[in-house]
């Protein structure tokens, strides 16, 4: 692992070692890896973690799929997600633990304030873990660097899972906390008119699906949404503008078999998430399920970030482009190198420090 002096001086050159590539109508920023310029290949660190943790499945008994059991499964999924991170934070983050009372279940957040004097903008955040995984501790730290660097208060939300709890029950519970949010916003210390909604992979769908229900309520509550390495087409769609191809992704040849097999083997999972967290209520391409196959007009601003070798990142630079068709002013990144989930290594990947300034920037940039 690499020093911390080395560690801030990679994520200060990520502010500034970006290109513009212009992609089917949409300028994206993409950042470059913050100690190399060569492309086409994994984030040194990225490949160190990678090669572990293929070390780790090599070593894993073999067994029959069909003959394992499905909550097994997951149970099993759930234990390897998350990574261990650092606080980055530089200031007092007072950290509080509360259980908000919903429409159907008590949901436990964690809320990130900072020293302020005035009221903030609040960030509504959901975790990521493919709607069945994920937890407040492996978050905590990109949240509080969210709202040190935003200067806003974040609530984690410890949202109901599936499979125990199926589509819609963790969305509601989502939503219920943006309401509860707006409503208890004087003693949370939040401007009730600068509300954003924030999160990673699932978390991504789930904010983004909030925005969704708040425009189609017409509530006008969430004025910001940022939503890093969203699935937003769960039903596997192909569209006008998007059909997923390997041959999309720049691989060099020295990474090409890494870089393949994972984005495949992400490719496959779209059905078990489907069975584990829908299971069957309604069919994936719901709007709330799959927004890119709705309608976005009147949608938050937004700002979309991904990572160049993320099976989801094809689908996510669709969404940005069908947002920004619409009227919605929407900012999209890239960050080279990267794989999905990077944003849990924040303090070892300087990448996923600097996503959380891109957040901050997005913020203050919307709420001033």
């Not at 482009?321 to 919605?328: D, E, H, P």
Request: glycine letters at 8%.
């Amino acid at each position: 692992m690499m020093n911390k002096e080395e560690y801030k001086r990679m994520v200060t050159a990520l502010e500034h070692r970006t290109v513009v590539k212009h992609v089917k109508g949409m300028d994206i920023t993409c950042k470059l890896l913050p100690d190399s310029d060569a492309e086409g290949v994994m984030d040194e660190r990225v490949l160190g973690e990678t090669l572990k943790m293929m070390e780790k499945l090599a070593a894993m008994p073999k067994s029959d799929p069909s003959q394992v059991d499905p909550m097994a499964m997951v149970v099993g999924m759930r234990a390897w997600m998350g990574w261990p991170n650092t606080d980055v934070t530089t200031k007092p983050i007072r950290t509080e633990a509360r259980t908000i009372e919903g429409s159907e279940a008590s949901i436990p957040v964690r809320i990130y304030t900072p020293e302020s004097d005035a009221a903030m903008p609040a960030v509504v955040f959901f975790h990521g873990g493919g709607f069945f995984g994920g937890t407040l501790d492996v978050v905590e730290n990109p949240c509080k660097a969210i709202a040190e660097k935003a200067n806003a208060v974040v609530i984690s939300v410890d949202y109901r899972l599936a499979p125990e709890h199926a589509y819609p029950a963790g969305f509601n519970d989502c939503w219920d906390v943006v309401k509860w949010v707006h409503e208890h916003a004087s003693s949370l210390q939040v401007n009730p008119d600068q509300i954003a909604v924030c999160g990673d992979s699932a978390g991504g769908n789930l904010s983004t699906v909030c925005a969704l229900k708040d425009r189609e309520l017409g509530t006008g509550l969430i004025k910001f949404q940022a939503l890093l390495y969203p699935t937003v087409n769960m039903a596997g769609a192909t569209t006008d503008d998007y059909e997923w191809k390997l041959e999309d992704y720049t691989i060099a040849d020295a990474h090409r078999e890494l870089i393949s097999g994972g984005l495949q083997g992400m490719a496959g999972s779209t059905q078990m998430l489907n069975a584990v967290y829908l299971q069957g209520v309604v069919p994936p391409t719901d709007m709330y399920a799959s927004p890119l196959l709705t309608d976005l007009k009147g949608m938050p601003e937004t700002l979309i970030i991904t990572a160049e070798y993320d099976f989801l990142t094809r689908e996510g630079e669709a969404y940005a482009r069908k947002l920004q068709r619409a009227g919605v002013n929407t900012q999209m990144i890239r960050y080279n190198g990267m794989d999905h989930a990077f944003m849990d290594k924040i303090g070892y990947f300087p990448q996923a420090e600097d996503a959380m300034n891109e957040v901050a920037k997005g913020i203050k940039r919307v709420f001033g």
